[in-house]
């Protein structure tokens, strides 16, 4: 629920930048998806009740291919909102890399030990976005990563600790 | 029909200080569970279940009871004070709680979040105690025809949460029924739109879906607004100080009374939703939240307003108690949490069924008064954590979002601990902070996700029952057709509606130009 | 401000060593398993299955040196579990608590992910009784009018229930030859089985005993698709129905089973079967068990193997009558 009015701005970014660009990539994407649904042979196969097993996952990307088109068209199609203006390839990347991370943080946690990563993780993750000096943001992330398991130990659920060997 | 005897030794039994303190317990740890992200109230019972082994009767099922209670509440403090819904029944209570704890309205938000989930819960429970075997005669109606209208109607009330733009609100509706087709076909069991991936088999879980949009999605977002603007202040020490500072703005009993409307459609809501198998309180939360936006527009619902925590809470907390209803009625848990009470029961001597009115009396009215009691130890132990969270809600971004990420991957991983299920929600994290960026509504993603597929499934069946004949499974009976007729009526009004925004839209426009 | 901070983490850390540190039973004899027994529940806590390894595990140390920890892995229908599982290793402590559900999904799959075949069954813990309730006063309240009423060619009868306990009838009505004349509906769980049948919109529903046992007064048991009697206390409930056995057709006997990786050396296979029928046997155990409604059918793991085989070979012939 977006509640946040899709205000367009009035510096010129780009068309790419417009509801109608970024619908032009949606649609692009939607086509993918129906490429690979027309080719896959899973979505053919007749089921016993006469449908097709690829039937509803076709009526959604169509729906969402009629969506994009009609964002193309729409009264809005030439509005740009301001958070799709400002965003650059850099914090897409800042995005991709703090997923990236997330999941590096999961996996040696459960491999490794939680209490011994997640700290690491917690720590980095403040004093990349701006808690100073790194004392507090250590001292701040091996307190939370301790409440943590505390917390989920008393609820019966064991975060790992291989190493420490809780 | 009232065993006054068997009455009078189930107040005995629950009024022990033994079955109070676990009652107690059950709210603390529920709430807690509740306001962990990815951690359910399912979970929370599942893993308290062994515990009952070696408690009284009345102690166990205070201590789930409280437990389930605690944790359906619990969801929207997390959901308020870091826009990172604890529980997926707490994620309508997002859009207008996170904007009010953005307004320094935080404490108001959970007050609200506390008051009306208390008294939907209290409500819906007195209502299931009254009516539990005519509730149960009606759920019994809605067959396939009747449930795939009563979904088309819920669908139709995405008109009302698809924001100003209607083709994105549209089309994050379509992409929910996307991603609600991955997974196994609801007639054949054949996995399906699975891109080969044998893990995803059994589709996308809502949990890590949840979690990602709304939690991942939040966070992502404020994580790059805090590396675009370099800012290296020093801003641990000041805003730790400001969490034993007590202060923010309480929720007066005007402003409580004022949502009356909204709470008793969620009432409405959730103790229908509740009753019927397989729905749930996410299902009540977002119905009971389309209803009373598309109700009163001038509100403004989804705007940071009290009026949408109190629909959004009051509709999910009003599923607690008649989720109970067909356990209770015919002996058959109509969801996860009621089958783990129902084992309980079970473990303890009393076979949830019709007969249990008669031969296990005392349980059953152990059953209803710690239904009832559970609500005043909601809202006591509700308040403690509502203060605590509202304070926690308030430390800034830098320290708060690699917790809550964190947090996020603990919780997707501890939800049925499936790796992959970390992975999802990660993907949906991505897919969130781009639905943020382009300003698309999650709200319609997350009911065509919910709706979709028990709308095909039971499309399907109906048709399979009656042997391809769409009329017959269409229109099945009067209730299949009123409900059918509802559909039109709903989408001729809020199409009006939506005409006479655009009016006035216009009509703006035109006098300010 | 910072001595807020230390100070709050070395209480902190302090509570978490006092938790974490729960008292263990100190080992008195190092004879197999001598490692804690891993048990890999292929679902998520609080479903049936999970039921059975919490009750199991109460008394995990009084049967296992180490005693028994419950790992929780849900997801793709038990797949994700069972993989995890066939992930570890031969290690000789993990097991599987099983059920149908798993190995049906794989079976379901044009490429599954593991061959349910190729696994060490260590024993069975139960066998679902999948069993077949009508309505009163219909043509087919009873499992004679039923076979009756389909070989006359009246209306095609609907059939609702999951797939696991759906498979038991759809065998013995193939086996008649009257597979034709039913609507099989699947549903993903018993519940919403069992609402549209109490509604009326679904003829006939396959449920579990205890559903069963809830249902006997509204409407008529008519089949247990198994060659296994029910329980005395069941029997009493449930009134004369009629079994695989005694309608001479071939039963469906679909199992709750405990299986190890494939390359398990035979001997702890026997051992771990060894130790599991004690745990089953314990008091506890029994009792609670019995009072979920649920049955002990313990199979050592020649027997169980060879039993497993007859299922994945039967659930293989009638599954794609649900495809």
Redesign the interface.
Known sequence: MSGRGGAGVGEDVGWIRTNRGVAAWIAGATILLLIYLGTSEWALRELRDGFRLGFFTAVAVFAMLLCAVAMMLDRHRHETDEDIARVTRRDWLVAVVALALCYACFELAWRVDFLLVAPVFLAGGMWTLGVRPLRSAILAAVLVAVVIYVLFRLIGIALPTNVIGL | MFNVEAFQEALVLVFSFNTLMWLAIGVFIGVGVGAMPGLTATTGVALMLPLTFTLSQAAGLGLLIGLYKGAIYGGSISAISFATPGTSEAAATVFDGHKMMQRGQGKKALLMALYASVTADFLSDVITIMVAPMLALIALQFGPSERFWLMVLAVCLLGALSGAHLAKGMLSAALGLYIGTMGPDPISSVARNTFDLWWLADGVHLVPLVVGIFAMGAMLEKAVELMRESRRAQVLKDSVKGLFSVGGEGLTFREYLSCWKEMAIGLGVGTFVGMLPGLGSTVGAFMSYGIAKQVSPEKRIGTGRLEGIAAAEAGNNATVGPTLVPLLAFGIPGSAVAALIGAALMLQGATPGPRMFELYPTVVYSLFIILLIGNIFNLGIGRIFAFVYAKLGELPAPLLVPIVMLMAVIGAYAYANNPYDVLMMLVFGLLGYFMRMFKIPEAPLVITFLLAPPAEENLRRGLLINEGDWIAALFHSPLAIGLALGVVVLTWLSSRVRIMERMQAVSREAQDG | ??HF??L??AA??A???T???APQKPAVAAEYPDKVVQCIVP?????GT??WA??MS?VGFDVFDKGMRI???????G??GW?HMLDKGVDGHSILLASPTPV??AL??????FDPRKVKIVAYYSIMKPTLVAPKDKPYSSWDGLVKHLKAGGK?V?IGGT?TQTLGPASMLSQLGLIDRV?L??Y?????A???F?????DLVTVTT??A???A??ANVILNATDLDYPKKAAQALGDVPNARTLGLKPFNPPRFIAMHPDTPDDQVAAMSKKLGEMLKSKPVQN?IG???EEIIFRPHDNAAKAYEEVIAESKKHLP???
């Open positions: 401000m910072r901070l230390t709050g983490a902190t850390l509570v978490a060593v938790v974490a540190l679902f998520g806590a609080g479903g999970d039921r919490r009750i109460s790992e929780n892995r849900g997801g793709a229908g797949t994700v993989k049906i999904a379901l799959e044009k490429k599954p992910p095609k609907t797939i609507i509906v699947t993903a769980d018993t519940g919403k069992v609402n549209d109490l509604g009326g919109h679904i205890s559903t046992i809830n249902l007064g509204k609670l009072k979920l409604g009558l649900f495809k």
